[in-house]
């Protein structure tokens, strides 16, 4: 039985250690300096004392329980008892021969010289609103380049006139949460939104959308089609449901230990050298007092004994109920307490027993805490002690099942240099998927200078662009803006916000002002804001901020570029580099005053 429970950890248990080994209890722990523990949520083995059911007054009481590996190296039985626990243990398992046959050959020594390919990731763009007067530009960039890209649109005619026969579309409407399949996103790994309500003349417009290029500043405007709130805000949130596990958190994806206030536990259970005769053993424990401050850690912990060609212990999760997704991440990061030794990370990806599992050594340095990462590109497809130089390339968009593992053995033939024989203790606070640093934006979302000036204390709104004074009457657009972007900053995905001022049909080239704190008017070209979402998505200086962007030309002057003699490319990071972090303008807002 599997049972997934939301608990708070209780300064009073006594021990604080609970073993997990043969449970296969999935832990979610909410805890708030470890305080108090809600419903029973583990079942321990026969050797322990049982938690008891108290869900009727929703409290738990672990009894007094500590199961330690305290045998001398060599002296263990091998224990068929536990040999048959270990089969079962485990969904899936094949037949005693079968599983003790593969295991066995794991520790046989092949050889190998043959390079190990490495496993990389690629990703694809992603352009919402990509039929939009800055979001086609974007796409046309974005080919010209050379780089994957895929458009986000609602109508496909319309796109397929626009944007040309070749264009990847995912036809879907962000207003309506079920036009966003899953399926859909596979493989994005950047977004660039470009999706905006519609706004027009009253009166209508030219078939060339004569006003609409001119902007509001021209002419009286209305909402055309789905209100704000429905584009703006609920849009933004199921864009960001869409392609989230595909563009990935900043601080990564948890998938054991601690976290943001949270213990995530998984089902571990041993998996030794006594499957092929053996006498090691190792299981696996959460003391909820371990850990690194104090809280709770995952304990790593047996004997390993090279007695009858044995000389590995390891623990292996149970099979994920559902694939863990962490395609949009770089590697695995583990936090853990090193004794000095080297112990090995597999992961897998197929619900079969005995199947290639991609492997990571890694070395610990003693009585320190320290965090480990390991790169997708580094881990090694083994199959029983060999790698696998034909394997498929790691698929981490499907992780089924993570195993730990101490071992005389390496690959092919190799020893592990730092293996001997006896106890060893591993403390494991966390497992989670990392983004490589430096981190840059993964999506990029086209907003507008502002959005937060409607209710702005002490503003003279006649100074003001139409959008800002005309606010309420365009079903409060802005504000519905200024709610989506708080989304966005919200949601963990790395980010940029680009304001741009008044857009115009002018050339790129201008010289452009950045500013911050939502003050500045003017205008600017949309083929400039087009090349500062692309620049955004690859530079560092642009992670988290949010910015306001508009031309030095001034209105009354048209800007325009001599073909024969274009202005040179910028270097945006130049821009970039000036922003800072936590300004978004709404400071202003708790402000009674405020110069513009």
């Known amino acids: 039985m599997e049972v997934s429970s939301s608990l708070k950890l209780s300064s009073s248990l006594s021990p604080s250690i609970i073993n997990l080994q043969g449970s296969s209890s999935s832990i979610d722990v909410k805890f708030s300096k470890y305080t108090s523990l809600p419903k029973p949520f583990l079942q321990l083995d026969d050797k322990s004392r049982r938690l008891r059911d108290q869900q009727a007054s929703h409290s738990l009481n672990l009894r ?89 649109v609602r109508n496909e005619e319309k796109a397929r006139k626009m944007l040309g026969p070749d264009i990847e579309l995912i036809v879907a409407d962000i207003t309506k949460e079920n036009t966003l399949v899953p399926e859909k996103f596979k493989g994005v790994r950047k977004v660039i939104n470009a999706v905006s309500v519609i706004v027009g003349p009253k009166e209508g417009d030219t078939p060339e959308r004569q006003k609409y290029n001119q902007g509001v500043r021209f002419f009286e405007p209305e909402i055309k089609g789905d209100s704000p709130e429905l584009v703006e805000y609920i849009g933004m949130k199921n864009l960001i449901n869409a392609v989230r ?172 240099p730092t293996f001997k024989e006896g106890p060893f203790e591993l403390p494991l606070s966390s497992i989670r998927a990392y983004i490589q640093e430096p981190v840059t934006p993964r999506f990029v979302h086209v907003g507008s200078a502002g959005v937060t000036r409607p209710e702005r204390p002490g503003l003279d709104l006649s100074k003001q662009p139409p959008a800002v004074r005309l606010n309420k009457e365009l079903d409060f657009i802005l504000t519905y803006k200024l709610k989506g972007e708080d989304l966005i900053r919200e949601s963990g995905i790395p980010f940029a916000i680009v304001r741009p001022c008044a857009l115009t049909e002018e050339p790129a080239g201008a010289d452009l002002i950045f500013e911050q704190g939502d003050n500045i008017t003017g205008k600017v070209s949309r083929d400039e804001v087009a090349r500062i979402c692309i620049a955004a998505l690859e530079s560092p200086y642009a992670l988290n901020k949010t910015f306001e962007v508009k031309s030095t030309v001034p209105f009354s002057e048209p800007f325009t570029v001599d073909p024969e003699n274009p202005p040179p490319e910028k270097d945006y990071n130049e821009y970039f580099k000036n922003l800072k972090d936590g300004i978004t303008g709404k400071e202003a807002l708790e402000q009674s005053t405020v110069a513009v």
């Open 245 to 416: 596990d595909g563009v990935g958190l900043e601080n990564g994806k948890l998938l054991f230990g601690v976290g943001d206030n949270t213990f995530k536990d998984l089902p571990w259970g041993a998996l030794d050298d006594v499957v092929m005769g053996g006498v090691s053993e190792s299981n696996f424990l959460v003391d909820l007092t371990a850990g690194e401050n104090g809280g709770p850690t995952g304990i790593f912990k047996g004997i390993v004994s090279t007695t009858n060609n044995g000389g590995f212990t390891s623990v292996r999760t149970k099979n994920f109920p559902e694939a863990e997704n962490v395609s949009a991440y770089d590697g695995l990061e583990l936090r853990l307490k090193g004794d000095g030794l080297r112990y090995k990370l597999i992961v897998r990806t197929s619900q079969d027993w005995d199947t290639v599992g991609y492997t990571a050594s890694f070395d610990t340095s003693p009585g320190q805490w320290q965090s480990v990462r390991l790169p997708f590109s580094s881990l090694r497809p083994v199959f029983r002690a060999r790698t696998v130089t034909d394997a498929p390339p790691f698929n981490a968009s499907s992780v089924i099942s993570l195993q730990l593992m101490f071992s005389k053995f390496e690959y092919d033939g190799k020893l592990n």
């Open 64 to 152: 007094s329980y500590r199961k330690q590996v305290t045998a001398k190296s060599g002296s263990q039985g091998w224990g068929f008892g536990r040999f048959i626990k270990t089969l079962y243990f485990f969904n899936g398992a094949p037949s005693p021969l079968k599983f003790v046959s593969s295991v066995f050959e794991k520790l046989t020594n092949g050889s190998t010289e043959e390079p190990v390919t490495e496993m990389g990731t690629t990703g694809i763009i992603l352009v919402a609103g990509a039929t939009g007067g800055v979001g086609r530009r974007v796409v046309d960039l974005l080919r010209k380049r050379g780089l994957p890209v895929k458009a986000l």
